[in-house]
């Protein structure tokens, strides 16, 4: 199985990529967590990135393009994978087409989450994570059982900078500026598959697998 999710910030790409990868065990990358414990661990990777993802801008397409290579061609190569938050720019899906090129794969589906604006940005902003595990959460939809702690590994929940409301505009402008645009380039190609994100996450799920055959 190999999947990129699209999709706007917050649209639940990455509850879909959990479950994915549970159901199938196949490999999920999400290049925001990446980019996160990045940062937390200090890296060179992290310090280049950290600047641009405090302000909900884009991190450059050359580093995002080296990451990415590294994760899905490099020493670990998946068999498979699920790509949550990659490619979200032409230039990194062109620079990702070439790589699959390159190492004789193809890509099964693009899965692109739709949802309203409004619903969105609700979401982000009552979004927790959790600091070791990188579980999500929503307060109002999801809330964890006891409050502030991840259910799965007692880690402490936290809200990311950027899910705060004025850089949560920001990011929803981003998307649909720079990351929009691949929704024809995948249509084109014919692999692009469309679901409603509305209700529950376990509805979205059901969606989710019959638009990709699972
Ligand atoms: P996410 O957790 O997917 O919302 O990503 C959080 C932040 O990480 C984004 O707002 C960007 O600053 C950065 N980021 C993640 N994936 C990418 C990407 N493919 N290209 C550029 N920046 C990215």
């Known amino acids: 199985m190999r999947i990129i999710l699209l999709g706007p910030p917050g649209v639940g790409k990455g509850t879909q ?3 994915l990868s549970g159901e199938f065990s196949v490999d999920q990358f999400s290049t925001g967590d990446i980019l996160r414990d990045a940062i937390k661990n200090n890296t060179s990777l992290g310090n280049k990135a950290s600047s641009y993802m405090v302000k909900g801008e884009l991190v450059p397409d050359d580093i995002m393009l080296g990451l990415i290579e590294k994760v899905l061609f490099g020493e670990d190569k998946p068999d498979g994978f699920i ?3 990659f490619p979200r720019t032409i230039s990194q899906a062109e620079g990702l087409t070439k790589l699959f090129e390159k190492h004789k794969i193809e ?3 693009v899965v692109l989450f739709e949802s309203d604006t409004e619903i969105i940005a609700d979401r982000l902003s009552a979004r927790r994570t959790c600091r070791d595990c990188n579980a999500v959460y929503n307060l109002i939809s999801n809330p964890p059982k006891e409050e502030g702690r991840c259910d799965k590994c007692g880690g402490e929940l936290f809200q990311r900078d950027d899910d705060r409301k004025e850089t949560v505009m920001k990011r929803l402008l981003v998307y649909k500026k720079q990351t929009e645009p691949l929704i024809d ?3 084109s190609s014919g692999i692009l598959r469309k679901v409603k994100a509305v209700g529950s996450p376990e509805e979205v799920y059901k969606l989710t697998k019959s638009v990709i055959g699972g």
């Open 17 to 19: 990529a959990q479950k």
């Open 83 to 85: 790509l949550d938050g």
């Open 107 to 109: 890509l099964n589906a």
């Open 185 to 187: 380039f995948y249509k």
